[in-house]
């Protein structure tokens, strides 16, 4: 039943998916790349390192609409090897109230979607108190300009 039901359609599928691979190898000449080769239109999307104050404002931004203050930080640049890309590692501690300390973050994920949310630490001096210090790790992701 197993062979009918499942394996037989999936090794159709299996063979017509190798046919176009096939058709593919032979219709476009050695060693071209496809129009839109995998990650080229993610780098595109990334915005360009000459934006980095801009960026860091929106994130003040966001601190600001979420009543919190940003008194001190800090950054790393670190250049990939390859493909154009610099990641800015940018650390900082806030606080406030938890949920406003998370409206911060959500807000600035939405706002600056080629930032990632790479460190988070919570800390409650007591279980009353209704703030919270946040250690917090972004990691902001840019090209090279053109």
Same mark, same amino acid.
């Given at each position: 039943?197993?062979?009918?039901?499942?394996?037989?359609?999936? $090794?159709?599928?299996?063979?017509? !998916? *190798? =046919?176009?691979?096939?058709?593919? &190898? %032979?219709? @476009?000449?050695? +060693?071209?790349?496809?129009?839109? $080769?995998?990650?080229?239109?993610? !780098? *595109? =999307?990334?915005?360009?390192?000459? &934006? %980095?104050? @801009?960026?860091? +404002?929106?994130?003040?931004?966001? $601190?600001?609409?979420?009543?919190?203050?940003?008194?001190?930080?800090?950054?790393?640049?670190?250049?990939?090897?390859? +493909?154009?890309?610099?990641?800015?590692?940018?650390?900082?501690?806030?606080?406030?109230?938890?949920?406003?300390?998370?409206?911060?973050?959500?807000?600035?994920?939405?706002?600056?979607?080629?930032?990632?949310?790479?460190?988070?630490?919570?800390?409650?001096?007591?279980?009353?108190?209704?703030?919270?210090?946040?250690?917090?790790?972004?990691?902001?992701?840019?090209?090279?300009?053109?």
């Amino acid at each position: 039943m197993f062979l009918i039901s499942t394996y037989l359609p999936l $090794a159709r599928e299996v063979a017509e !998916l *190798r =046919s176009q691979v096939e058709t593919q &190898r %032979v219709e @476009s000449p050695a +060693g071209a790349r496809p129009a839109s $080769a995998p990650g080229t239109t993610l !780098l *595109r =999307s990334l915005p360009p390192r000459t &934006r %980095v104050p @801009s960026l860091l +404002g929106v994130l003040l931004k966001q $601190a600001d609409a979420a009543h919190l203050s940003i008194d001190t930080g800090k950054y790393e640049a670190t250049a990939l090897k390859s +493909g154009g890309v610099t990641s800015y590692q940018v650390s900082f501690p806030v606080s406030g109230p938890y949920p406003q300390v998370r409206q911060f973050i959500d807000a600035t994920l939405t706002a600056l979607p080629s930032v990632a949310l790479s460190e988070l630490s919570l800390t409650r001096k007591t279980i009353g108190d209704g703030s919270v210090e946040a250690q917090i790790r972004l990691t902001l992701f840019t090209r090279e300009s053109p």
